[in-house]
């Protein structure tokens, strides 16, 4: 069974550009978050997609969004970037709730920001 | 909302010898609580959880303890080896249906 996959792998931008990240879920698995992760913050929530409509958010701008397909792939927007938005980001599928339920992380896409 | 407390933030074992993390929670709604392991240049996996009506699991070299009374619950690995070097990541659910990750751990694995 294939596992989560993101592309692109790695990404440079400039700030005040935007970009789109890509996660392809395990199979079945109807959830998708995503997550980001820095030294300095750690892992934190963004938000889930659970057929096609968000279900939970975290703590972060507008600047950041996201969407669904009715096929469960999902994508992350993130729009006006600062440097602070470098980080991997990682998307995770499951089967059912983010709270209750094994988390399938993919190897993230690195944002570099310049 | 949640507080969420891993220690210790580096740890050095001999090969061989047990290794034990701590995380602390302060959210009293919790009630599912998994550890990860992330190898570098990967995404965390997930390598063992537990919920709030049972007290220990195992899975072969690998244990996780959960007080509730305490708000802690700990990872347990025994006869370590190499492969067991990475950051290890306790991540807690909250009463907002979402899971709040501690820090993490860095396990140092000596031959």
């Known amino acids: 069974k294939a596992g989560v996959t993101q592309t692109p792998r790695y990404l440079i931008k400039t700030r005040g550009q935007q970009v789109t990240l890509s996660c392809s879920p395990i199979s079945g698995h109807r959830s998708v978050s995503w997550y980001q992760q820095t030294p300095g913050q750690g892992l934190q929530f963004l938000f889930e997609y659970f057929s096609e409509t968000q279900r939970n958010k975290g703590n972060f701008p507008g600047r950041f969004s996201g969407r669904q397909f009715s096929n469960s792939r999902s994508e992350m927007n993130v729009s006006t970037l600062e440097l602070g938005d470098s980080a991997l980001y990682l998307c995770?599928?499951?089967?059912?709730?983010?709270?209750?339920?094994?988390?399938?992380f993919g190897d993230g896409t690195r944002l570099s920001i310049l | 909302g949640e507080n969420v407390e891993q220690h210790p933030s580096t740890l050095s074992v001999q090969e061989g010898d047990s290794a034990v993390i701590k995380c602390t929670y302060s959210?009293?709604?919790?009630?599912?609580f998994p550890w990860y392991k992330q190898e570098l240049g990967k995404g965390p996996q997930l390598i063992i959880d537990i919920r709030s009506n049972v007290g220990e699991k195992k899975d072969q070299r690998i244990a996780v303890t959960l007080n509730k009374t305490a708000k802690h619950f700990s990872l347990h690995i025994t006869e370590t080896q190499p492969e067991d070097s990475a950051v290890y990541f306790c991540?807690?659910?909250?009463?907002?249906?979402?899971?709040?990750w501690g820090a993490g751990t860095k396990l140092i694995i000596k031959p």
């Open positions: 959210d009293s709604a919790s009630n599912y």
């Open positions: 991540a807690p659910s909250d009463s907002n249906y979402q899971l709040i």
């Open positions: 995770a599928s499951s089967l059912g709730g983010i709270s209750n339920q094994p988390q399938h």
